[in-house]
């Protein structure tokens, strides 16, 4: 039977009736199989997860930078809108009491508004600095392992990959400072 349920005897002929060449032929080495060519490879389900995790952290960097501008976007509005109301209360109140109501609602309301904002734009930064962070990670194992596909990857010293996906603020861990062409 193969994976989909059918019956292979009816399509294949038996092994036992195959010549011995044949059969060795058909024996393929797996991952766990100490006969594996493989050595120092890595295995293909490191590959797929390797592969798989540095696409979920891109797709988390993008969600984090798309909040981000959604809620700088959202609070520009509100200033806007809030700064046009004002100006509309003004003129209709001459500069009389209702101005000084309304200004004194809508600008405290404001400025909450704007410090929520700009807490949780601090929050995603700190996010996405720490999936910058794991993504070059992931490209120094991509550079380890696979050294055939370097000259297709942007490449510098591990200690300057973080610095040139631009996440600010991380030091070389190997000498304590920034690199030279940072400076």
């Known amino acids: 039977m193969d994976i989909d349920g059918n019956n292979l005897a009816a399509v294949s002929p038996r092994p036992?009736?195959?010549?011995?060449?044949?059969?060795?032929?058909?024996?393929?080495?797996?991952?766990?199989?100490p006969r594996?060519?493989?050595?120092g490879e890595p295995r293909s389900?490191?590959?797929?997860?390797?592969?798989?995790?540095?696409?979920?952290?891109?797709?988390?960097?993008?969600?984090?930078?798309?909040?981000s501008t959604g809620r700088a976007n959202m609070f520009l509005a509100a200033v806007s809108g809030g700064l046009v109301a004002l100006g509309l209360v003004a003129t209709a109140s001459s500069l009389g009491a209702a101005f000084f109501g309304f200004g004194l609602v809508l600008l405290p309301t404001l400025a909450?508004?704007?410090?929520?904002?700009?807490?949780?734009?601090?929050?995603?930064?700190?996010?996405?600095?720490?999936?910058?962070?794991?993504?070059?990670?992931?490209?120094?194992?991509?550079f380890e392992h696979a050294p055939e596909i370097a000259r297709y990857l942007l490449s510098d010293p591990?200690?300057?990959?973080?610095?040139?996906?631009?996440?600010?603020?991380?030091?070389?861990?190997?000498?304590?400072?920034?690199?030279a062409w940072s400076r």
């Open 16 to 33: 036992e009736k195959l010549p011995p060449r044949l059969l060795r032929r058909r024996e393929v080495a797996i991952d766990s199989d």
């Open 36 to 39: 594996s060519t493989d050595r």
């Open 45 to 67: 389900p490191a590959v797929t997860f390797v592969t798989t995790e540095h696409f979920v952290l891109q797709g988390a960097r993008a969600a984090t930078i798309a909040e």
């Open 112 to 142: 909450l508004v704007g410090l929520v904002t700009f807490g949780r734009a601090l929050q995603a930064s700190m996010e996405d600095t720490e999936y910058a962070r794991r993504i070059a990670l992931l490209r120094g194992y991509y």
């Open 158 to 179: 591990p200690a300057e990959r973080l610095l040139m996906q631009r996440v600010p603020g991380d030091r070389c861990r190997d000498t304590g400072r920034s690199p």
